[in-house]
């Protein structure tokens, strides 16, 4: 891995990227590193996947289809929950 590293004034660097007003009209060191790749999903362990799995299995079918539409539980809840004053 290549790393650059490179003293320079903060005034050069200002026009590059903004600066807290702490490190304006200092010197500063510059390191420059090559970015690391996000892993892949590939890399998540297969007991922790067949965990999810599991998990979300067990929650299919926990609420009904009685055909109700979003609308229909908001009224519902609203009109059950609802406080008037």
Do not use: C
Not at 56 to 75: F, Q
């Amino acid at each position: 891995m290549e790393v650059v590293r490179q003293f320079i004034d903060a005034k050069k660097l200002m026009s590059v990227i903004p600066l807290p007003k702490a490190l304006q009209n200092s010197r500063l060191e510059i390191i420059i590193l090559p970015a690391e790749e996000k892993e892949s999903d590939q890399s998540i362990p297969a007991e922790k996947t067949a965990k999810v799995n599991s998990i979300v299995d067990s929650l299919v079918g926990i609420i009904p289809d009685n055909g109700m539409t979003l609308e229909d539980y908001r009224a519902e809840r609203l009109s059950k929950y609802e406080i008037t004053d």
